[in-house]
């Protein structure tokens, strides 16, 4: 790493310290900025984890592990924050084979390394699988971000599944088979 990556920890440090000590003199409420994004708290180290591996040489490139995963966390939880839908947990976090495959898809081109590569796309493409099926189900089913689907679908589902158990089914055992030819003699 170079000594600017080194130098970069001490540059936010004495930042925040002159936004500190600017919101002392001019009796301005820094407190007040951080209410409206406290998400940023989370975003802001991972952008610098993302900024390490962009720019540094072959060895920071590992720093986009972490920096994928605190900068993906950090704009879930600006969401759920601003939209006040902090029930996606339910789902959201099979995005994080998402965040891990598309790090480790740039870690392997960084580091020429196809499994690598071939990795990390198998990752995001779970990932991104089980978001769309975990967010369709918990949306539309559990949440009932659309009423009408979720009042009649399941209990609708119930009932043909019910329905097919008893006139559909077939015979399960070797004895369920013998009583089913008994009966037609």
Do not use: C
């Not at 965040?99 to 480790?104: C, D, L, M």
Request: aromatic fraction near 16%; glycine fraction near 10%; avoid cysteine.
């Amino acid at each position: 790493m170079t000594t600017r990556s080194n130098n970069l920890g001490a540059y936010i440090l004495i930042g925040l310290g002159v936004l500190f000590l600017a919101g002392q003199i001019f009796d301005f409420d820094i407190g007040r900025i951080f209410d409206i994004s406290w998400p940023l708290f989370v975003v802001i180290p991972g952008v610098i984890f993302l900024i390490i591996a962009f720019t540094g040489d072959r060895r920071a490139a590992g720093f986009i592990i972490p920096g994928a995963i605190v900068t993906g966390t950090g704009l879930i939880l600006w969401f759920q924050d601003t939209f006040d839908r902090y029930e996606t947990w339910a789902y959201v976090w099979t995005l994080y084979p998402v965040f891990v495959g598309a790090a480790t898809m740039y870690l392997g081109t960084r580091l020429d390394n196809a499994q690598q590569i071939k990795t990390g796309r198998n990752l995001l493409q779970f990932g991104l699988i089980a978001f769309v099926v975990a967010a369709a189900f918990f949306e539309l089913l559990i949440f009932n971000s659309n009423a009408s689907i979720g009042r009649w679908l399941v209990p609708g589902l119930l009932i043909l599944a019910g329905g097919y158990m008893l006139f559909f089914r077939r015979p399960s055992t070797t004895s369920d088979l013998f009583s089913e030819k008994d009966k037609r003699g």
